[in-house]
């Protein structure tokens, strides 16, 4: 597939995700390779957003933003995070494998700024809130 | 180069006064009475602060990491208060599960009550006294005690040396002591302020998560390359606070 989007893997979802990922043929950066394992959310977030990568994490924290910060941070970030619950690390990767499909498709016709979660029913773009 | 981001953060006001953790996040974190920190929060002891028939938990207040660390000191006098409370009265008769729970409560509204009268002092030495006064039931024993906790506390924020200002928190992984490791930290400037492992930034809560669904701590260590004996205490950490953020 042609424009496949890459996907900045956030460290909290270990090595088991990107590696069931690019095995699935995705193109994907893994977070430490880019950026210091004490790198701020105001050094990373801009930078993978300003690339045009899509943001993969479990952090369910982004997708509450609360604050100001978080929105200012988050302004033209795409962000795919997994759904609340506990999960193994081979269950993820085989969730975001699942919907690896889903997710480029999203991503080619959603514009940023979205967090989407996704859970074993698939993807659901939860900001900016529907109907906002 | 100065991007339009870089100037929107750069005029925000300082990091640990923006408004960062819900009220649930709070209470998770602090394992303290929800409706206390709401009281607290809305500056009406008496009654909750008013909310709108048709609220949503964005009416509910939010909290700043200053504000944070200052009320982890305090709940910490709170848990140690409510630990000293014996399930059996003076003549070692058991409490009734109604005198248990009316205890509770009046330690929360102690509780409370310090937290109203000495907001000026609460972050900072001078407070120790006065936390102490409240409670009838100290002896000067556990007022010593009492005292000594909340210094162990207080050391575990680091703050600006020119302002005061906290800058982080390492909360206990384990019961209090000077030796406690600080393995566990809370920034404001790391995953936006939720508890993470120092160094790396790995969430403590993502952890916990997975270790609940099966991960073994190895499984765990080798898929974030991390030493065992870190892992542990993040979960020690986790198993600490009440399995999941109060629904509001």
């Known amino acids: ?132 | 180069m100065t991007t339009a981001l870089d100037a929107r953060i750069e005029t925000e006001p300082p990091l640990s006064t923006v408004p960062i953790y819900s009220l649930a996040e709070v209470a998770r974190y602090l394992n303290a009475p929800l409706f206390s920190l709401h009281r607290t929060a809305s500056g009406d002891r008496c009654k909750p602060g008013p909310l709108p028939l048709n609220w949503t938990p964005d009416h509910l207040p939010q909290f700043s990491f200053a504000e944070f660390a200052a009320l982890y000191v305090e709940a910490a006098s709170f848990h140690l208060l409510r630990d000293w409370s014996s399930p059996t009265d003076d003549e070692g008769k058991e409490l009734s599960i109604r005198e248990w729970e009316g205890f509770t409560t009046e330690v929360a509204r102690q509780w409370e009550r310090h937290l109203h009268g000495g907001v000026p002092g609460l972050y900072s030495q001078r407070a120790v006294h006065a936390v102490a006064n409240p409670y009838s039931m100290l002896t000067p024993a556990r007022e010593q005690l009492l005292a000594e906790l909340r210094a162990m506390t207080f050391e575990r924020i680091e703050s600006d040396q020119d302002c005061g200002t906290p800058l982080r928190l390492y909360p206990f992984t384990r019961d209090p002591s000077r030796e406690a490791p600080r393995v566990v930290v809370m920034d404001p400037e790391v995953r936006f302020g939720r508890p993470a492992l120092v160094g790396n930034g790995i969430p403590t809560e993502i952890l916990g998560e997975r270790f609940r669904a099966g991960d073994s701590v190895a499984e765990l260590a080798e898929d974030y390359d991390l030493p065992s004996g870190d892992i542990e205490e993040a979960l020690r950490f986790e198993s600490r606070l009440p399995y999941q953020t109060p629904l509001v």
């Open chain 1, 1 to 132: 597939m042609a424009d496949r989007p890459t996907f900045n893997v956030d460290r909290c979802l270990g090595k088991v995700v990107p590696a069931a990922l690019r095995e699935a043929g995705a193109d994907v950066r893994i977070h430490d390779d880019h950026f210091t394992q004490e790198a701020l959310d105001t050094d990373w977030i801009p930078i993978v957003s300003a690339n045009g990568w899509v943001i993969l994490t479990k952090d369910k924290n982004i997708r509450r933003t609360c604050g100001e910060r978080e929105s200012v941070l988050l302004a033209n970030a795409r962000v795919v995070t997994l759904c609340t619950g506990n999960m193994r690390g081979a269950d993820m990767a085989a969730l975001f494998v699942e919907h690896l499909a889903a997710m480029e498709q999203l991503v080619a016709t959603h514009p940023p700024p979205f967090v989407a979660v996704l859970g074993p029913l698939g993807l659901e773009v939860v900001l900016p809130k529907p109907g906002a």
